[in-house]
């Protein structure tokens, strides 16, 4: 994919192609892999270094770091 707007669904999955597998951005991928969790609507490959979509994200407002009406009334003005 190329588009960098795609909107992905559930059942798609996210890779790195073959010829970028490569490059230096990718370079620790395996030990930064490791140490990161990943949300539940997400599933991880890490030895095949894709990502399945099995579900779609939900807003616990226990994970949200700050209050979200606060934001809202500061944009509203």
Request: charged share 25%.
């Amino acid at each position: 994919m190329t588009i960098p707007s795609y909107q992905v669904r559930e059942g798609d999955i996210v890779a790195i192609r073959e010829g970028s597998k490569e490059k230096t951005v990718f370079a620790d991928l395996d030990e930064r892999m490791k140490d990161s969790t990943s949300p539940n609507w997400l599933s991880v490959h890490q030895p095949k270094k894709e990502i399945t979509i099995t579900g779609t994200p939900t807003l616990v407002v226990t994970e949200v770091p700050f209050e979200l009406q606060t934001v809202i009334q500061f944009y509203k003005r």
